[in-house]
């Protein structure tokens, strides 16, 4: 596009006015350019809908979009304790103090629209001299704002009183070299601090790369470390909000909301602990099911059933596991949600019966926006019945997107989630597995403005301006709430709100294929971990552009131990199934996706047991050194406590430097014992992976193997083992003396061992010794005890 560049103030007078008509005629080349861009693309509907959209809500903005006025706070006046919870008075609103024993406080200002977080229960506070106490805790307060202390006096938070007018704007205090991460979905650095984010849920328009803000998913939630104390502030807040994270003032944090409520948690304790409590409030991650771990294939689009047989044929002959396979956007009837174009995949039914005889899951995009198409049965439904969302004089709400003009349900209605969620059952009759929520931030094709929803649009919940960055949530919660009564759904979505992994799985979206990117998604899924979303991925590859095999090979071991596996691409990108890069490198690829796939146990096991904590599963290695020098390592990621997964990332590189948490780790390869730092080769089929000592790794190698990583202290594990949809529970532990302690459920029957970093010469049950090779041995079903010989 061309650059309008035209310094004013250089120019003598006299010359405004034609500098005037240069720069009018600039702006009217660049419209011309973009108009025949849309008429090629799209076809002149396109381009008329995209004005109308345009214009139509403009107009209704204008007229009903309201900013906040808010008076001001004013002066403190006293506190009350009143039932469990303290009063702070202020001349003009009522702050109150809510606060557990364990590190969880409440601070609510004022009303706004309600929001899913769980109503959890507080302590019975103290109040002394306007110092509330709970626990080992104490919430202060003077004029510089509220201060909260653990029982040494240690401050761990510091809140100033927060400024009310047009916005509503609250600031935490930055002590020294803090680090900050979370508010969701960012393309940020490991420590978002010096930086300034919005958070309002956005399509990133096709193709984004590092530093690319907002994307599809933002929460108001920022972890904050500081001297060795860490908390988390969370505010319960679905509308447009901006966060200075020490960019305008190197000591503040300030995030300005233009909506309701100003209502927020501070939690604190250690880092695990703090993820397991905030998830009490926002959900805890769902049980997903195990297929889902395996690999997952996709492309924009794989065009006809015939194409879908012929890939997964592919992976048969060459041997490489594949779990599901995807149809993006062209599957559908002119892109009507719950349709399938019948010239293409008119045969689906077959298409998927033939899918799953080889063990092959189908998975579909799912649209938000209905067609306007009178006599299509959603559309009729929907508009007979009062689920779309429509403007507050009552007239629907339509915007183009995909199917051109098209209305959007109501996903924040109970009924009209109950009402979606049933049409799923078209798709499962027709023998689908999956579904992948895409455009539901939502994502609408403007002429100009912004690419979402009209601000002043009316939900049950509030205008959308409140409830934007819900969108996607709601939806999310319309297919899981139905699907989740008969099976474990599997839901793949892109936006989302907290506690968004009650319901859906999220991917980074649109990135770009390059080196860089490649990185950036691991920072933007750790900021996404800290931000208490535990099921998450990428596009490996990059959605726009074509990795090099180098690449390509790079990214599919970067992301190992991402919970989400899936290779998809644009396009116009070149085709990326594994044996797209040629033979040579075929035996690589293959090798990682199996790699993969014999750590399905473990990566199973960890899910659910985050499903349980409300930990989420990928963590950064800060969460496990409170050493300095780790707290900005951001080319590592830990997989669940126990494996370290160090990537290359960058080009033409076969070695690097490997930063390890405290403690003793195992090379998964070689088994030798590692400590600090380390220098490691990786050529290209290599992916630096270690193993924290005193672990026990659930692997599949045909059969199931417990993989015991010894430590001078003993070892133990808790593991969940998928029963076909039910969870067996075995739990382990070795004693240092070398005795095993083995509980399973009943339907987990022999159990094989391998012993990792020290020589087991046999083992002893019941009395009878029994001598074995390779440090492998099998318990069988019934044993709960067992003795290691040593060497
Ligand atoms: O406007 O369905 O992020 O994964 O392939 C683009 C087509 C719409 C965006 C998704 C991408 C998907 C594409 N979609």
Request: without cysteine; hydrophobic residues 30%.
């Given at each position: 596009m061309p650059k309008i560049n035209i310094k004013i103030n250089t120019v003598k007078i006299g010359k405004k006015f034609n500098i005037l008509l240069l720069f009018t005629q600039q702006i009217y080349m660049q419209l011309l350019e973009e108009i025949d861009g849309f008429l090629k693309t799209f076809g002149d509907g396109m381009l008329k809908?995209?004005?109308?959209?345009?214009?139509?809500?403009?107009?209704?903005?204008?007229?009903?979009?309201?900013?906040?006025?808010?008076?001001?706070?004013g002066r403190f006046l006293s506190a009350e304790k009143s039932n469990k919870y303290v009063y702070f008075h202020f001349e003009n609103y009522d702050l109150k103090v809510e606060a557990r024993g364990d590190g969880v406080f409440k601070f609510s200002w004022t009303d706004g629209p309600k929001l899913p977080v769980e109503n959890i229960e507080f302590d019975d506070l103290q109040l002394h001299d306007n110092t509330v106490s709970v626990g080992n805790y104490s919430i202060s307060l003077d004029e510089n704002g509220l201060y909260l202390k653990d029982q040494d006096g240690k401050l761990i938070y510091q809140g100033y009183i927060p400024d009310f007018n047009e916005v509503l704007s609250q600031s935490l205090r930055i002590f020294g070299d803090d680090l900050f991460s979370g508010l969701g979905e960012k393309a940020g650095p490991i420590n978002l601090r010096g930086h300034v984010y919005r958070l309002w849920n956005h399509d990133a328009k096709g193709s984004y790369g590092p530093d690319s803000d907002p994307l599809y998913l933002n929460i108001p939630v920022l972890l904050h470390l500081h001297d060795d104390v860490s908390y988390l502030i969370f505010f319960e807040n679905a509308g447009d909000a901006t966060v200075d994270i020490g960019f305008s003032r190197e000591d503040k944090v300030t995030f300005y909301f233009k909506s309701?409520?100003?209502?927020?948690?501070?939690?604190?304790?250690?880092?695990?602990?703090?993820?397991?409590?905030?998830?009490?409030?926002?959900?805890?991650?769902?049980?997903?099911?195990?297929?889902?771990?395996?690999?997952?294939?996709?492309?924009?689009?794989?065009?006809?059933?015939?194409?879908?047989?012929?890939?997964?044929?592919?992976?048969?002959?060459l041997g490489i596991p594949l779990s599901a396979i995807y149809l993006d956007i062209d599957y559908m009837d002119e892109f009507k949600v719950f349709t399938f174009n019948s010239d293409r995949f008119w045969d689906v039914k077959d298409l998927t019966k033939y899918l799953g005889e080889r063990g092959v899951r189908l998975i579909t995009i799912m649209e938000p926006n209905v067609k306007m198409e009178p006599g299509y049965t959603i559309y009729d439904e929907a508009v007979k019945n009062g689920y779309f969302i429509k403007y507050p004089d009552g007239n629907i709400f339509y915007a183009p997107v995909w199917p051109l003009m098209a209305a959007f349900p109501d996903f924040s209605r109970n009924d009209v989630r109950e009402w979606w969620g049933k049409k799923y059952d078209f798709m499962k009759k027709n023998g689908v597995s999956g579904f992948w929520h895409d455009m539901n931030e939502p994502a609408i094709f403007v002429a100009w403005g912004d690419n979402s929803m009209a601000l002043s649009a009316a939900q049950s919940n509030g205008s959308h301006s409140e409830v934007h960055n819900l969108f996607g949530y709601y939806m999310d919660k319309a297919a899981y709430d139905h699907l989740s009564k008969t099976e474990r759904p599997f839901i793949l979505s892109r936006s989302g709100w907290a506690g968004i992994s009650r319901y859906a799985w999220i991917w980074t979206g649109d990135t770009e294929t390059s080196w860089k990117e490649m990185k950036q998604n691991l920072l933007t899924i750790l900021h996404m971990s800290a931000s208490g979303i535990s099921l998450t991925g990428c596009d490996i590859g990059g959605f726009v552009g074509s990795p090099d095999a180098e690449l390509f090979i790079r990214w599919l071991q970067s992301a190992i131990f991402y919970p989400l596996f899936r290779v998809h691409s644009n396009k116009k990108s070149k085709r990326r199934e594994p044996w797209e890069f040629g033979e040579k490198y075929l035996g690589i690829i293959r090798d990682i996706i199996k790699l993969r796939h014999s750590f399905l146990p473990q990566i199973y096991s960890e899910a659910i047991s985050s499903s349980i904590t409300g930990i989420p599963m990928i963590r950064p290695v800060y969460w496990y050194s409170s050493n300095p020098d780790m707290l900005l390592v951001d080319d590592e990621y830990l997989f669940g406590d126990s494996i370290l997964v160090a990537p290359i990332f960058s080009e033409h590189s076969t070695s690097r430097i490997v930063k390890l948490p405290p403690g003793l780790w195992y090379n998964l390869y070689s088994d030798e014992k590692v400590f600090g730092e380390i220098k490691v080769e990786a050529p290209l089929n290599m992916i630096p992976i270690y193993i924290r000592s005193g672990s026990i790794i659930a692997r599949d190698e045909g059969k199931l193997i417990l993989h015991v990583f010894h430590s001078e202290e003993g070892e133990s594990a808790k593991i969940y083992i998928d029963a076909g949809g039910e969870d067996s529970e075995l739990d382990i532990s070795v004693s240092k003396d070398g005795k095993i302690n083995i509980h399973r459920g009943s339907s987990i029957k022999a159990v094989t061992i391998k012993f990792h970093g020290v020589y087991v010469k046999g083992i002893t049950i019941n009395g009878n010794t029994k001598y074995i090779e390779d440090n492998l041995f099998e318990i069988e079903e019934g044993v709960n005890e067992l003795q290691l010989i040593f060497q």
């Open positions: 809908d995209r004005i109308s959209y345009s214009l139509t809500r403009d107009r209704y903005d204008s007229i009903y979009y309201k900013k906040l006025n808010m008076k001001k706070i309701k409520p100003m209502v927020y948690y501070v939690i604190t304790g250690d880092i695990k602990s703090i993820y397991s409590k905030f998830s009490e409030i926002t959900g805890k991650p769902y049980r997903p099911p195990y297929w889902a771990f395996g690999f997952q294939q996709s492309r924009y689009s794989y065009m006809s059933s015939a194409e879908v047989r012929s890939i997964v044929d592919r992976f048969n002959e």
